[in-house]
């Protein structure tokens, strides 16, 4: 998850510096400075590379504009999925490139940048609605009633986010995660088709050129499909949204693969014992297991910074 | 899921009856009415009551109104916890008991009269919010931030719930099924004291008075934790939504209880391939094991009438 953002006032200091969101984005000397501001801060075992994923639909030449208070809106996809044009995405992508290779010469030899790109399902959906929602009903069903469409449409997306993933790698990041927001609102067959198989390939990709990139997949909402998806894609370590119990996602995961999780951003927000336990509760399901302490999802814009700092020292003094 | 609704033109000469959606609710004779109109179009095997499960709180004399478009309005909840009044709820419930009695009277003795209530997490979140979201963040917060305020309202709503499932099994209902909508936003802890807790106590409660009445209980979202939630519950049906596949629901849950689900109400709506393929799935996956094929969620408004015909049909021929 992003570590950026308005909780913090530095965040929002640099903000007021750049013209709009996708600005900050793709203006290195900024998006560099919100990266590193959090790990300067608090002190974090790893750097997450300020971006977004709707770079990608971007970089594809499509419109996306961020309004403030509502969320992306891009221009509804139809028939001109067969017209993208994936030539010039790793050109236009290359700011994002820069700002990891500053990122990673500023950052501390023992701190992990980790880069990431949406999976191709979760950018779809956004392709497809102009906007987000929550239950992806014109995705989904954009997928069910135009599947010639739709399956070129999700291998643009992946031949562009395999291509953005090995850029970032081959720039500096030490690691990359997938992440598929969306993936927990497919039935069973869009699951495997559109959730699974796609961040398989992409995986695969990456892995041609960089055999030992460790690759990160999220896919929020798999809930008792965790374990049908980690065995397919072949991350090295798969994100756990905080409705799965990690001690549930050990289970149901047979093979082996870190785990990263799950907090959820509420009890962060709003601290105490809310907080303890429910980071107690994670380290407790974990031992014994290769595990990345995060959120279960997005940080709220209004927590406070002290609940941060709090859950880096509760985590680190539990961990020893 | 409600079986009647805006895609049925009986339904909406019916419902212009009614001054409200409440007032079709809570006025017998066309709640019944609209309760046996699609069974008697499309020869289902079951009848689902017809009501709303913010008729509890409307019971317990909150505020309840449903605006065209918009959905359910209520008056937030606060401090007044501790006020709730549930000693008329049997009286303010009765018409639909005589819904219920209407309908069992009408309905052919072969045919199931299904009744529900909300599960108390599901119907807290609108008292608390005063309206439906899609991430329940009120609802989460008010159980982290006051907890004995939440305790209190989620008991107050199993005591009422409990009451309302056995009035509804005494007028005539053959089952009831108690629909927990937002089991799935919960983190663990959340999950086993808001959603598992509560509806185990309600059948705890029914069984004391009807030890043989049939209980369904639909834990939305579950997902992974289906397993947990059935050993804990002990109903005698888990109704999934169209989010697990029923495969791994079956894998899931090792006490023995039926399976009701669980297509995506999106392929009904769709048709064609998309429809039967769905189908056929479920149908595939659920051999030699005690299945009610259901939707995995509520039916959309505009689904084509002969869609859920065909439907209807396509399960019959595959049963045999």
Redesign the interface.
């Known amino acids: 998850m992003r570590q950026a953002g308005r909780y913090l006032p530095e965040y929002l200091q640099t903000r007021s510096r750049a013209a709009s969101f996708l600005d900050l984005c793709f203006t290195p000397g900024l998006a560099a400075e919100v990266t590193l501001q959090p790990v300067r801060r608090f002190d974090f075992d790893a750097a997450i590379l300020f971006s977004d994923i709707l770079v990608v639909p971007h970089a594809l030449g499509r419109s996306v504009r961020f309004i403030e208070g509502e969320g992306p809106q891009l221009d509804p996809i139809g028939r001109e999925v067969g017209l993208l044009d994936a030539s010039r995405v790793s050109e236009r992508l290359r700011p994002v490139f820069e700002t990891v290779r500053i990122v990673r010469s500023e950052l501390a030899a023992e701190k992990a940048l980790i880069g990431f790109c949406g999976a191709p399902w979760t950018v779809a959906t956004y392709m497809i609605a102009g906007r987000g929602s ?2 992806q ?1 014109a995705a ?2 954009f997928a ?2 135009r599947p010639t469409e739709m399956e070129k449409l999700i291998g643009v997306l992946t031949e562009v986010s395999a291509e953005y993933l090995v850029g970032q790698l081959k720039a500096g990041a030490d690691a990359v995660k997938i992440f598929d927001s969306w993936a ?6 869009g ?1 495997r088709a559109l959730a699974i198989e796609p961040v398989r390939r992409i995986i695969e990709k990456v892995r041609a050129v960089l055999p030992s990139a460790p690759v990160i997949a999220f896919p929020r ?6 374990g ?1 998806y980690a065995e397919a894609v072949k991350a090295d370590a798969i994100a756990v949204d ?4 990690m001690a ?2 050990r289970n ?1 995961i047979s093979v082996p693969t870190a785990l990263q999780g799950n907090l ?1 951003p ?2 962060l927000r ?1 601290g105490g014992r ?1 907080l303890d ?2 980071v107690d ?1 994670i380290l407790s399901a974990m031992v014994g297991c290769a595990h990345i302490f995060n959120l ?1 999802h997005g940080i709220s814009p209004d927590t406070p910074v002290e609940h941060v700092a709090h859950l880096v020292q509760r985590v680190r003094s539990r961990d020893r």
């Open positions: 929550s239950d009903l989904r069903r069910l009633e927990g609102v497919l039935d069973d067959e699951f909402g798999a809930g008792a499909r965790l049908e905080w409705t799965t119990p549930t996602a149901l959820d509420l009890r709003i809310a336990d429910g509760e279960g």
